[in-house]
């Protein structure tokens, strides 16, 4: 009897982010990892990831992509889904906290990453632009906005909905991307749940494993 080969993913060959587990690899890494399902990794440089067989995957020439038997498939966020409904322990098996789970995986991706995203972009690039000092402070109310809202539903609960889902692991990357700009260090609360999510035992395998490549040393799948 063959065993099914075990997924692919894609990743940076080398990350922008110096292995902080900033990339969208990362949350697909620590799905797998909370899934129990061995995965391997192809590593793909900036340049084969505009080529025409990377672009055959993802039609935008990004990471990360996923590939299991005759499946390809791009967006973290359906990657994670598909992961979520084939395993336990990331979707709950009651009907509606299922569909309220992901709803909270909508809302990471669509209603808190967006002006996260924005801001960061702005600080990174625009800093030498006319127009950043009155326009960081518009990007920064709108973070502030979304974190006050989301740190008023999480109140003193360790997690969005009952049990950890696929929606925090998604909210969680999503707040990381916050780093060391200090608007998250204004709500304690979010602060304990990002903490909260990084000392899973599957996030910290997945962060070695991605910190592991920036480092040169790919850890075996
Ligand atoms: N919506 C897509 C998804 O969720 O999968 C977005 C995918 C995406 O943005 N991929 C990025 C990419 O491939 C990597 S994660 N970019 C290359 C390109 O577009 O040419 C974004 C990212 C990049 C760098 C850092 N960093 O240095 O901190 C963090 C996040």
């Known amino acids: 009897m063959t065993l099914p080969k075990p997924p692919?993913?894609?990743a940076f060959e080398r990350?922008?982010?110096?292995?902080?587990g900033l990339a969208r690899d990362m949350r697909v890494r620590w799905a797998l990892e909370e899934a129990g399902q061995a995965y391997e990794v192809r590593l793909v440089s900036f340049a084969a990831m505009k080529e025409p067989a990377h672009r055959a995957l993802h039609p935008f020439g990004q990471i990360?992509?996923?590939?299991e038997g005759g499946l390809a498939l791009f967006e973290s966020g359906a990657i994670i889904l598909h992961i979520a409904e084939r395993h336990q322990g990331l979707?709950?098996?009651?009907a509606n906290a299922r569909a309220r789970a992901i709803?909270?995986?909508?809302?990471?991706l669509n209603t808190v990453e967006p002006p996260i995203i924005e801001y960061?972009?702005?600080r990174l690039f625009e800093q030498d632009k006319p127009w950043y000092a009155d326009r960081l402070p518009v990007l920064e109310s709108h973070v502030h906005a979304r974190l006050g809202e989301l740190s008023s539903r999480l109140g003193d609960a360790n997690w969005l909905d009952g049990a950890f889902s696929a929606g925090d692991l998604l909210m969680v990357t999503v707040l990381r991307r916050l780093g060391s700009s200090g608007l998250l260090e204004k709500y304690p609360d979010l602060s304990a749940y990002v903490?909260?999510?990084?000392?899973?035992p599957a996030y910290q395998r997945a962060f070695a494993a991605q910190l592991a490549v920036f480092n040169g040393k790919p850890l075996a799948g």
Not at 195 to 200: D, K, L, P, V
């Open 103 to 108: 709803a909270w995986m909508f809302a990471a």
């Open 8 to 10: 692919v993913i894609t």
């Open 64 to 67: 990360p992509t996923y590939e």
């Open 195 to 200: 903490a909260r999510g990084e000392a899973r």
């Open 15 to 20: 990350s922008p982010d110096r292995g902080r």
């Open 120 to 122: 960061s972009m702005a």
């Open 91 to 94: 979707l709950p098996s009651d």
